[in-house]
């Protein structure tokens, strides 16, 4: 049994580590590959080995400490689901600190504006000199307009690549002045700029003062199976999980749990705001008809 749980938690570990290092080789697939992204900026492959390889380790370990299988199959399942949720989390905190960059990038492309740069060169300011996690995608910005020439497509590839609804602003007020100039761009980008401001500072209040809704909802997500740690301690209380109605509690327990998690955090969560389509520019008609 020993030896069987050794092989099972090894193969966990090997398959993380395959999943993470094998899928920087490039191979040709001979047939069409699953989806390549499950997970936004994550491959298939990675995601699918590492999930599987933590959900087997997290088997491996409560079935050691605990000695109930069906404890040790409901550890496999979180532990499968522990690393999708982590990479969307991640996720999400780099796009709230990108829009927090977003102010001080709409105050360089005004600035620069005003000291009579083109908009090609207000770019590369901000790419040179504009806040870190906004530097990467204003620099393939500037470097795809060098390439094709074609600023348009690259505002519009740019608010893509960020996905965010700032992006979008920025990127709808570029291609409008690019395409048809005028005198107010400056004032429109300071004005962008104070709404941005403006609409952080708000959502860091109300995040602050519902803090305590996280604070409640991780804490009672977990009160429940730390007691059931400490009461599967006692050989007979762990074996009592592998009958069926120990079964049904596990089950009903996990579902209450998640159920509970997710509708108190949605209760704490601030609607994101919605992103704009990119407006389709055509060029002026010549001439009159």
Request: hydrophobic share 50%; with cysteine.
């Amino acid at each position: 049994m020993r030896a069987a749980l050794a092989l099972a938690g090894g193969l966990g570990v090997f398959l993380c580590y395959e999943a993470v290092v094998g899928s920087d080789r490039a191979r040709r697939p001979r047939r069409p590959p699953v989806p390549a992204r499950l997970v936004p900026g994550v491959p298939a492959r990675a995601l699918i080995g590492v999930s599987a390889g933590a959900g087997l380790a997290a088997s491996v370990v409560a079935l050691l400490f605990v000695g109930s299988l069906a404890v040790a199959a409901l550890a496999g399942v979180a532990g499968v689901a522990a690393w999708p949720i982590a990479l969307r989390n991640r996720a999400r905190r780099d796009a709230r600190r990108r829009r927090a960059c977003w102010p001080e990038a709409v105050d360089l492309l005004a600035g620069a504006l005003r000291t009579g740069e083109t908009l090609p060169g207000a770019l590369g300011v901000v790419a040179e000199r504009g806040p870190e996690p906004l530097c990467p995608a204003f620099r393939r910005v500037v470097a795809d307009h060098r390439l094709h020439g074609d600023l348009d497509a690259a505002l519009v590839r740019l608010a893509e690549e960020l996905a965010d609804p700032v992006a979008d602003q920025v990127s709808a007020t570029l291609r409008i002045a690019h395409r048809v100039g005028g005198r107010e761009t400056i004032r429109v980008l300071r004005t962008l700029g104070a709404f941005i401001r403006e609409d952080l500072a708000v959502r860091a209040e109300i995040e602050a003062r519902q803090s305590w809704t996280r604070v409640a909802a991780r804490v009672a997500a977990a009160a429940p199976w730390l007691v059931l740690l400490l009461v599967t301690t006692r050989p007979e209380a762990a074996a009592a999980y592998d009958s069926g109605p120990g079964v049904v509690v596990l089950l009903v327990g996990a579902a209450a749990t998640v159920t509970g998690y997710r509708l108190m955090v949605a209760v704490g969560r601030l609607p994101e705001p919605h992103r704009l389509r990119p407006p389709v520019l055509r060029p002026p008609v010549e001439g009159g008809g």
